[in-house]
């Protein structure tokens, strides 16, 4: 009886640690090189510096550009990249490391998912093609919302197809309760994944979901995603932040909702407008050499109608997976396709049905000898990428680091001329108040473009009063220069833009050279009288 016992736990001891092995070499081979390159403008910048305001202020609800509440993506970012501050300092790799949690997500997901349906074969192999391919490897070592959404809908499209199968297959009062706790799960990634980037969380889920069970023709699954086990984790999880939010800040529900998803997915004034075939370009040459390899595999099946065969082949569920996988890919490369702007991170939600794709048809085609070599030059290939960015492509960013050096006090004063430079204050912890922006704020010049004077101009809109102490022109400068005047100052800018709004510091020697942009070091009393006047302020 003993011996049974131990025969029948083993296989249950052998996944657990295979789990937790391949969950470990996943975390240490996305995290390995992301503390190699500095801060990207603007993205990095921006959402780093947004994390440390949050924990400086001690205000978890209101997200804040410069300064001011903004309100264009949700907190969950934050709170990760804050708390991450907290715990192992201001560094660049902590400010990742959001986006790496939500890479690793993505793969555990895939990997349990396919487990549990298909084979650890087809698990294992699935998830290292996804953390091999560059493009979820660099979009890992990337901060911003991007990657971290990706993890929370490969979580909640995951859970809600294992709701599924299980729903199908329960006979008893055991197994029938395996269903409810994946709904309820799909419901909670649901929630975080609307806290990573909003509606779209709810949205691309709930399109796959129901897609996939028409095609299945599980007809008596249909209200599954109106089932109250999905949405009750949904309200709970996000609806504090929104109601919180819209009770501190009256303009929120519109502003988030409206401009910032409707507006922004139907318009066209947003940046990098791309034709419709954008995104199958990228993923074709971002996910090299898999793609590659897969095409070469589909061409193989194709000749030889391997395909079919295989499917047949398979275990029972795995043809529902191959459905699965093919309205997931579908659904996000058509939907992100169909809108005037298109940013690379968008579709990265497509990239684990990418990689599940890539490995079925190496395994129809019988090249699966050959996985490990693909894998080792992928993996070659997303080091060479992390290295070269990181050292080779980005001299001028790696400048940004020498401003540590700066002998930088809490009382000192920013100022930034005719532009936001977003991570400068990243790596200059010790200043407390947030920088005053120096430009011409009066003929809504610029400020009807997608860019970080109308990120600045809609952000002020919530706090005008802090508004029109920080976005100054040239007198309001002046003034602010006369009332401090014994107050140090750090002046950012190029030559030209000095000129045009602080005359004064001209010439000065800059205290540091950073490419076209320049730091000087003066007393505000310096820059009190003689500036020209651009007009009123804010």
């Given at each position: 009886?003993?011996?049974?016992?131990f025969?029948?736990?083993a296989?249950?001891?052998?996944a657990?640690?295979m789990?937790?092995t391949?969950?470990?070499?996943?975390?240490v081979?996305?995290?390995?090189?992301?503390?190699?390159?500095?801060?990207?403008d603007?993205d990095?910048?921006?959402?780093?510096?947004?994390?440390w305001?949050?924990l400086r202020?001690?205000?978890?609800?209101t997200?804040?550009?410069?300064?001011?509440?903004f309100?264009?993506?949700?907190p969950?970012y934050?709170?990760?990249?804050a708390?991450?501050?907290?715990l192992?300092?201001?560094?660049?790799?902590?400010?990742?490391?959001?986006?790496?949690l939500?890479a690793w997500?993505?793969a555990?997901?895939?990997?349990?998912?396919?487990?549990?349906?298909?084979?650890?074969?087809?698990?294992?192999?699935?998830a290292?093609?996804?953390v091999?391919i560059?493009?979820t490897?660099?979009?890992?070592?990337?901060?911003?919302m991007d990657?971290?959404?990706?993890?929370?809908?490969t979580?909640c499209?995951?859970s809600?197809?294992m709701?599924?199968?299980e729903?199908?297959?329960?006979?008893g009062r055991?197994?029938?309760?395996?269903?409810v706790?994946?709904?309820?799960?799909?419901?909670?990634w649901?929630?975080l994944?609307?806290?990573?980037?909003g509606l779209?969380?709810?949205?691309?889920?709930?399109?796959?979901?129901?897609l996939w069970?028409?095609?299945e023709?599980?007809?008596?699954?249909?209200?599954?995603p109106?089932?109250?086990?999905a949405?009750?984790?949904?309200?709970?999880?996000?609806?504090?932040?929104v109601w919180m939010?819209?009770?501190r800040?009256s303009g929120?529900?519109?502003?988030?909702?409206?401009?910032?998803?409707?507006?922004?997915?139907?318009?066209?004034s947003?940046?990098?407008?791309q034709?419709?075939?954008?995104?199958?370009?990228?993923m074709?040459?971002?996910?090299l050499?898999?793609?590659?390899?897969?095409?070469?595999?589909?061409?193989?099946?194709?000749k030889r109608?391997?395909?079919?065969a295989?499917?047949h082949?398979?275990?029972a569920?795995?043809?529902s997976?191959?459905?699965?996988m093919?309205v997931?890919f579908?659904?996000?490369?058509v939907?992100f396709s169909?809108p005037?702007?298109k940013i690379?991170?968008?579709?990265?939600?497509?990239?684990?049905p990418?990689?599940?794709?890539?490995?079925?048809?190496?395994q129809?085609?019988?090249?699966?000898?050959?996985g490990?070599h693909?894998?080792?030059?992928?993996?070659l290939?997303?080091?060479?990428l992390?290295?070269v960015?990181?050292?080779?492509a980005v001299?001028?960013?790696?400048?940004?680091r020498?401003l540590?050096s700066l002998?930088?006090?809490?009382?000192?004063?920013?100022?930034?001329?005719?532009?936001?430079?977003?991570e400068?204050?990243?790596y200059?912890?010790?200043?407390a108040?947030?920088?005053?922006?120096?430009?011409d704020?009066k003929?809504?010049?610029?400020?009807?473009?997608?860019?970080?004077k109308?990120?600045?101009?809609d952000?002020?809109q919530?706090?005008?009063?802090?508004?029109?102490s920080?976005l100054?022109d040239?007198?309001g400068?002046?003034a602010y220069?006369?009332?401090?005047?014994?107050q140090r100052l750090?002046?950012?800018?190029?030559?030209?833009?000095?000129q045009?709004?602080?005359?004064?510091?001209?010439?000065?020697a800059p205290?540091?050279?950073?490419g076209?942009?320049?730091?000087?070091?003066?007393?505000a009393?310096?820059?009190?009288?003689?500036?020209?006047?651009?007009?009123?302020?804010?």
């Amino acid at each position: 009886m003993h011996s049974q016992a131990f025969a029948r736990a083993a296989p249950a001891r052998f996944a657990w640690t295979m789990g937790a092995t391949m969950a470990l070499l996943m975390g240490v081979w996305l995290l390995a090189l992301a503390w190699l390159r500095p801060l990207s403008d603007p993205d990095e910048g921006r959402y780093a510096v947004a994390a440390w305001q949050m924990l400086r202020s001690g205000d978890w609800v209101t997200p804040a550009l410069n300064g001011l509440p903004f309100f264009h993506k949700p907190p969950l970012y934050y709170w990760l990249a804050a708390t991450g501050f907290e715990l192992a300092g201001v560094h660049e790799w902590v400010a990742r490391l959001p986006s790496l949690l939500g890479a690793w997500l993505a793969a555990m997901s895939l990997l349990v998912l396919l487990k549990r349906y298909a084979s650890q074969t087809l698990a294992v192999a699935a998830a290292v093609v996804l953390v091999t391919i560059p493009y979820t490897y660099m979009a890992a070592q990337y901060a911003n919302m991007d990657m971290l959404l990706a993890g929370c809908l490969t979580a909640c499209i995951c859970s809600a197809a294992m709701a599924s199968l299980e729903a199908r297959k329960a006979t008893g009062r055991r197994s029938g309760a395996a269903w409810v706790g994946w709904l309820a799960a799909a419901g909670a990634w649901a929630g975080l994944g609307f806290l990573a980037k909003g509606l779209i969380a709810l949205v691309l889920p709930g399109l796959v979901w129901a897609l996939w069970l028409v095609w299945e023709r599980r007809w008596r699954q249909w209200w599954l995603p109106l089932h109250a086990a999905a949405w009750l984790p949904v309200l709970l999880i996000a609806g504090p932040w929104v109601w919180m939010a819209q009770q501190r800040h009256s303009g929120f529900f519109y502003y988030f909702f409206v401009t910032q998803h409707f507006q922004r997915y139907t318009g066209t004034s947003f940046n990098n407008p791309q034709p419709w075939w954008f995104y199958g370009a990228v993923m074709a040459l971002a996910a090299l050499p898999w793609t590659a390899w897969a095409l070469a595999a589909g061409w193989r099946c194709w000749k030889r109608r391997s395909v079919v065969a295989q499917a047949h082949a398979a275990p029972a569920m795995v043809p529902s997976l191959d459905r699965l996988m093919l309205v997931w890919f579908a659904v996000v490369v058509v939907f992100f396709s169909i809108p005037h702007s298109k940013i690379v991170g968008y579709v990265l939600p497509a990239l684990p049905p990418l990689a599940y794709g890539v490995v079925r048809l190496v395994q129809a085609a019988g090249w699966q000898r050959w996985g490990r070599h693909a894998a080792a030059l992928s993996a070659l290939l997303c080091v060479g990428l992390a290295v070269v960015l990181g050292t080779v492509a980005v001299p001028a960013k790696a400048q940004w680091r020498a401003l540590h050096s700066l002998p930088v006090q809490s009382a000192d004063r920013l100022v930034m001329l005719e532009h936001l430079y977003y991570e400068v204050p990243f790596y200059l912890p010790a200043m407390a108040a947030p920088p005053l922006v120096v430009d011409d704020w009066k003929t809504g010049a610029g400020l009807q473009a997608d860019n970080w004077k109308k990120e600045l101009s809609d952000a002020a809109q919530f706090a005008p009063q802090l508004g029109s102490s920080l976005l100054l022109d040239a007198q309001g400068l002046q003034a602010y220069a006369c009332t401090h005047p014994l107050q140090r100052l750090w002046v950012l800018g190029s030559a030209e833009a000095a000129q045009r709004q602080m005359p004064s510091v001209v010439a000065a020697a800059p205290a540091m050279h950073l490419g076209s942009t320049q730091v000087w070091q003066l007393q505000a009393g310096q820059a009190c009288g003689g500036v020209q006047s651009n007009g009123t302020g804010r």
